[in-house]
């Protein structure tokens, strides 16, 4: 069997990149473990934690940057984003019932299943074989280089792909929107989570859904790899 190409382009133009299967430490590591103010909410980084291993058993794609304007009103046929004024900025705005009908749709149109990623997958995705806060390492002065966030955005998306890529070739891993993932969210998920390849907890009760990697009006604590709200 020929191996996968390591990324490819769809037809609205979205360039993927083939994410290998593996294992990685999901959470955030003690010395992350303090309560930060984030927007209007208080982030307690028990939700984080335990830090424990997963392993993800089957390579997927992962779009390379966050679905642009566009790219979403290609498929679906409207832009509800607040910050118009350039197809190359991330669509806004989305519910988490939207993006899971793009992605519906988006499949009809290739013949290919497209899904939001896991929480697991995204993380796994945003970390690309690292260990610390972000997925350059420990320095929030660095994180300017990587995402649009509270102190470089001006209060405001930007195109995507203008910052530096992590390890893996993906972009605006941290800051300029959050990204949704497939997983309800439940702040005790963690501590009795599975080890291969987690799906989230059963949402038989729970309603709210996962939002990662931050956005352009949260601080640096916000876009870590770890982040969760």
């Keep these: 069997t020929p191996s996968p190409p390591p990324d490819i382009t769809n037809s609205i133009g979205m360039k993927l990149v083939l994410i290998s299967a593996g294992e990685f430490m999901m959470g955030s590591k003690s010395a992350e473990e303090l309560a930060r103010k984030v927007g209007p909410d208080e982030v307690f980084i028990e939700s984080e934690q ?3 291993q997963v392993k993800i ?9 966050e679905v642009t304007q566009g790219q979403y009103e290609r498929v679906m046929g409207e832009n509800p984003s607040n910050f118009k004024g350039d197809a190359q900025r991330p669509v806004d705005s989305v519910s988490w019932e939207d993006a899971v009908e793009f992605c519906r749709r988006l499949s009809e149109k290739e013949g290919k299943t497209h899904q939001l990623p896991t929480e ?7 970390r690309a074989g690292s260990t610390t806060k972000w997925c350059f390492g420990d ?3 660095q994180l300017r280089d990587y995402a649009w966030y ?22 605006d891993m941290h800051g300029n929107v959050l990204e949704w993932c497939s997983d309800c969210y439940d702040g005790e998920y963690y501590r009795n989570s599975p080890s291969t390849d987690p799906t989230g907890p059963s949402s038989d009760s729970i309603s709210r859904r996962v939002g990662r990697g931050g956005h352009f009006r949260y601080i640096a604590g916000g876009c870590r790899s770890a982040y969760r709200g």
């Design 57 to 65: 058993t089957k390579p997927f794609y992962l779009g390379m940057t």
């Design 50 to 52: 335990p830090r424990h």
């Design 139 to 141: 320095d929030a002065a």
């Design 120 to 126: 697991a997958q995204w993380e796994y995705a945003c």
């Design 150 to 171: 509270s102190d470089n955005s001006n209060k405001t998306t930007h195109p995507v792909g203008q910052k530096k890529a992590n390890g893996w070739g993906l972009y």
